[in-house]
T-cell receptor, first 114, second 114 residues
Framework: GENVEQHPSTLSVQEGDSAVIKCTYS??????FPWYKQELGKRPQLIID?????GEKKDQRIAVTLNKTAKHFSLHITETQPEDSAVYFC?????????????FGTGTLLAVQP | EPEVTQTPSHQVTQMGQEVILRCVPI?????FYWYRQILGQKVEFLVS????????KSEIFDDQFSVERPDGSNFTLKIRSTKLEDSAMYFC????????????FGPGTRLTVL
């Protein structure tokens, strides 16, 4: 069945360092890959996404890369700040059609140490 | 900026009771979803809804669950006879036009079944 694996489950970095979170997906029909940030007790917030016709996308300190052949995608956060501390979820979804469900990874707890 | 809203924020119920969780999606969105998140775990897809019918449901979404869009603004999730294992955070999400997968999540309803 559809599955998204995410690593690492926890990540601790020093403020200013970079953080990388990696995901793999099983459904080759997946064409849309969002990343959500979830602070404790709050809703998942979309921070960046990428579609399969693009290999990389960047938004200020955040970037996402996609390797469709290997079915891998990664989130890169540069110059981390304490406010980046949260749980990050990757997800995958088939593109278009009537169903755009998201299959989530298991999450990465990022702790940025000041 | 428009947001998805959900009520109540917290619902406590006795096992076997019926609960209705309410959501108001973003007004011009066409696709609606329910997800759940058991404490400390990943977000799991329950059901997607489009054009006044279910477009897809997961294995979790059994006969005890139902969804409805009773009017032009609300989207509800009903659990007919709650079980202890239904205790979770339930998120509503919505997205816009077909092919645009960005899903925006509501703040969630924490359901506690005693």
């Amino acid at each position: 069945g559809e599955n998204v694996e995410q690593h690492p489950s926890t990540l601790s970095v020093q403020e200013g360092d970079s953080a990388v979170i990696k995901c793999t997906y099983s459904d080759s029909a997946s064409n849309y890959f969002p990343w959500y940030k979830q602070e404790l007790g709050k809703r998942p917030q979309l921070i960046i996404d990428i579609r399969s016709n693009v290999g990389e996308k960047k938004d200020q300190r955040i970037a996402v890369t996609l390797n469709k052949t290997a079915k891998h995608f990664s989130l890169h956060i540069t110059e981390t700040q304490p406010e980046d501390s949260a749980v990050y979820f990757c997800a995958a979804s088939p593109y278009g059609g009537a169903t755009n469900k998201l299959i989530f990874g298991t999450g990465t707890l990022l702790a940025v140490q000041p | 900026e428009p947001e998805v809203t959900q009520t109540p924020s917290h619902q406590v119920t006795q096992m076997g009771q019926e609960v209705i969780l309410r959501c108001v999606p973003i007004s011009n969105h066409l696709y609606f979803y329910w997800y759940r998140q058991i404490l400390g775990q990943k977000v799991e897809f329950l059901v997607s809804f489009y054009n006044n019918e279910i477009s897809e449901k997961s294995e979790i979404f059994d006969d005890q669950f139902s969804v409805e869009r009773p009017d032009g603004s609300n989207f509800t999730l009903k659990i007919r006879s709650t079980k202890l294992e239904d205790s979770a955070m339930y998120f509503c999400a919505s997205s816009g036009l077909a092919g645009y997968n960005e899903q925006f999540f509501g703040p969630g309803t924490r359901l506690t079944v005693l």
